[in-house]
């Protein structure tokens, strides 16, 4: 499984429900997992800001971060980027879920991890670099979860075990690292709708129960 392309989804939209989720997990795929390109924020700078009902969870975090990516030039937000989660080394954030679950990268969590996408059918490309732990591989598996054309696995039973496993016990503290640190500003914002869209997702799959 590799990144896809997507499109920024206009809040306001006539989508779906489900379709706008499964855009929202594009959308932070594409942000997370390398440095943005001029077409994906030139897509966000353009984005619809007001959400279908007034007041709306999402609205607001949604209106910052667009508001932040029309402020500052693609050249600051890809510079960003390199500077917290690049480098050869220890990079200022980490983007993956055993650092988070374990304390280490590479550890149990993410043999876990493997061992659920064997079950769903996935595997990581050999073209990706990064560790299936990556907070961008797992939202594009959310993606495929929810958009899938597979009904076998592509349903809400499995998202909310692949969400409750992989995703919601560690990503709160990721965001808290992004906020916290004093060099992220676009990614400060990216941060704050990221925990507000977790935040629905989790209310979205507790009402399951």
């Given at each position: 499984?590799?990144?896809?392309?997507?499109?920024?989804?206009?809040i306001?939209?006539?989508?779906?429900?489900?379709?706008?989720?499964?855009?929202?997990?594009?959308?932070?795929?594409?942000?997370?997992?390398?440095?943005?390109?001029?077409?994906?924020?030139?897509?966000?700078?353009v984005?619809?800001?007001?959400?279908?009902?007034?007041?709306?969870?999402?609205?607001?975090?949604?209106?910052?971060?667009?508001?932040?990516?029309?402020?500052?030039?693609?050249?600051?937000?890809?510079?960003?980027?390199d500077?917290?989660?690049?480098?050869?080394?220890?990079?200022?954030?980490?983007?993956?879920?055993?650092?988070?679950?374990?304390?280490?990268?590479?550890?149990k969590?993410?043999?876990?991890?493997?061992?659920?996408?064997?079950?769903?059918g996935?595997?990581?490309?050999?073209?990706?670099?990064?560790?299936?732990?990556?907070?961008?591989?797992?939202?594009?598996v959310?993606?495929y979860?929810?958009?899938g054309d597979?009904?076998?696995?592509?349903?809400?039973?499995?998202?909310?075990?692949?969400?409750?496993?992989h995703?919601?016990?560690?990503?709160?503290?990721l965001?808290?690292?992004?906020?916290?640190?004093?060099?992220?500003?676009?990614?400060?914002?990216?941060?704050?709708?990221?925990?507000?869209?977790i935040?629905?997702?989790?209310q979205?799959?507790?009402?399951?129960?």
């Open positions: 499984m590799t990144m896809s392309k997507t499109s920024v989804l206009p306001s939209s006539a989508l779906d429900e489900e379709t706008a989720r499964a855009e929202l997990y594009g959308l932070l795929a594409a942000l997370y997992y390398v440095t943005p390109t001029p077409e994906i924020l030139a897509q966000l700078r984005a619809v800001t007001e959400a279908p009902r007034a007041g709306a969870f999402l609205e607001e975090p949604w209106r910052a971060l667009v508001g932040k990516a029309r402020q500052l030039s693609d050249e600051a937000i890809q510079a960003e980027y500077t917290l989660f690049g480098g050869v080394s220890k990079p200022e954030v980490y983007l993956y879920g055993s650092h988070y679950l374990s304390g280490f990268l590479n550890e969590p993410l043999a876990k991890l493997r061992s659920d996408l064997h079950a769903i996935l595997e990581r490309s050999e073209s990706m670099s990064d560790t299936e732990d990556h907070i961008a591989y797992l939202c594009e959310m993606r979860l929810i958009a597979d009904v076998a696995v592509a349903n809400l039973t499995r998202q909310r075990e692949f969400f409750a496993t995703i919601q016990p560690w990503v709160n503290m965001c808290d690292d992004i906020k916290l640190n004093t060099k992220a500003n676009f990614y400060a914002d990216l941060s704050d709708f990221t925990r507000a869209f935040q629905v997702e989790a979205g799959f507790d009402m399951l129960v």
